[in-house]
């Protein structure tokens, strides 16, 4: 193992264990690479994380391994790292990181986190966001150009409503638009503000984009408003995503949209763009708007579709079936491949959009649920719910702690 490199930030020392750990195969990318690629953006990585608390997303196993989400901040840590602390629906609460400078963007990477994840919230006042997210989820089969006119239109949505529409690839799949607003507003507030962006977008453009609650009636883009929910967190501006090409969540001006394609950001190339061009959200903090027209909208529009709450199960209007539950992506993949093996004629009829492969949140990591839409099978064909090729029980490490 190599010794530990210190590094000297604006006169605090960050001690990188294990420099030479290679993080990213593909491109030859280690630890102490992907540290200094966070110093080397720091101004635009604080634009997205400074003074707000953050989940820790650790792959301590590397990013081909799940990674595990850390709510409290590590016992053992520097006194110049400050914490939140946050309470949350469950009844518990938990410390979290704030990080405001850049010798706090070099100790979070060293936790083995790769991608940064705040909440929406300033430390200074954790009831009100101070900004609104709208993460664009298209689903299986839908290309990339459908998914950047949708993004037009949301926009198009925020601007008439006098807020302000910053753009940024997710480093994933999908697309993320964010506008700063005046913290006058709850996290329901907020929720039902982008909530009924989607819904507007669903109205202006229905055969691209969908606001349906639940994932098997969707089809297109999905405009995911789920995200402003409390407790909820999203891959921030300049965050290296855990993908094998290294790929980041990229600021973009509006110009840039149209042409952009999310392979083209990766660690080493935004470096060289951000040293030619700067960052494009530079005058991000300088737009706060406000959610009154949105919320004069949502009265209009009238009552959405609400998730379960309380007693009792929605009814089920596909015909759907569940493969299986598993700890790891791989293993629900495998799971899926054994049951097409057993159906193959009934899996010909399916369409990319039938084939629901859901990243579940468990208690500190991802856990994967595997759901297959029978809609176009015909139902004389269609197979019966079976036993689950892996039935992965994501809480029962938990409840035995407990007893």
């Not at 590397?62 to 989400?69: K, R, S, W």
């Not at 200074?124 to 101070?130: A, H, N, Q, T």
């Not at 009265?299 to 790891?328: D, Y």
């Not at 009934?346 to 959009?353: N, S």
């Amino acid at each position: 193992m190599a010794k530990p490199e210190v590094l000297e930030i604006d006169g605090r020392e960050v001690r990188v264990t294990n420099p030479d750990k290679l993080i990213f195969p593909q491109g030859g990318h280690t630890k102490l690479d992907l540290v200094r690629y966070y110093l080397t953006v720091a101004r635009g990585a604080l634009r997205g994380v400074d003074g707000r608390p953050m989940i820790l997303k650790r792959f301590v196993k590397g990013i081909d391994e799940e990674a595990f989400f850390q709510k409290r901040a590590p016992n053992t840590r520097p006194d110049w790292i400050e914490v939140a602390e946050l309470h949350y629906a469950s009844g518990t609460s938990a410390e979290e990181v704030v990080v405001r400078d850049a010798a706090g963007l070099a100790w979070v990477i060293n936790l083995g986190c790769v991608d940064l994840n705040p909440h929406p919230v300033r430390a200074e006042d954790l009831d009100r966001p101070d900004e609104l997210r709208i993460d664009l989820d298209p689903m299986p089969g839908v290309d990339w150009k459908q998914i950047i006119d949708v993004a037009f239109v949301a926009r198009e949505v925020l601007e008439e409503h006098d807020l302000t529409a910053w753009a940024k690839t997710s480093g994933s799949r999908g697309f993320h638009i964010y506008a700063r607003i005046d913290p006058e507003w709850s996290y329901p507030q907020v929720r039902l503000a982008a909530e009924t962006v989607a819904r507007e977008v669903e109205n202006r453009a229905p055969d691209l984009a969908t606001s349906r609650w639940w994932k098997e009636e969707r089809e297109g883009v999905f405009v995911d408003f789920n995200q402003n929910a409390k407790d909820r967190t999203v891959a921030s501006a300049y965050s290296v995503r855990a993908t094998p090409d290294a790929r980041v969540s990229t600021p973009l001006s509006w110009d840039e949209v149209a042409d952009c394609r999310p392979e083209r950001f990766t660690l080493p190339t935004v470096l060289e763009r951000y040293a030619q061009i700067g960052d494009p959200w530079s005058g991000i903090e300088e737009s706060p708007g406000a959610l009154d027209r949105l919320l004069e909208l949502a009265e209009r529009l009238g009552p959405a579709e609400k998730p379960p709450k309380g007693k009792g199960r929605r009814q089920i209007q596909m015909p759907l079936i569940e493969i299986a539950r598993s700890k790891t992506k791989e293993e629900a993949l495998r799971a899926l491949e054994h049951w097409k093996a057993r159906h193959p004629g009934v899996f010909k009829r399916l369409r990319p959009a039938d084939v629901l492969i859901d990243g579940m949140r468990g208690r500190s990591s991802i856990w994967y649920r595997v759901r297959l839409n029978l809609q176009h099978v015909p139902e004389a064909e269609r197979p019966p719910q079976e036993p689950l090729e892996v039935d992965y029980d994501p809480f029962k490490e938990w409840r035995e702690s407990r007893s």
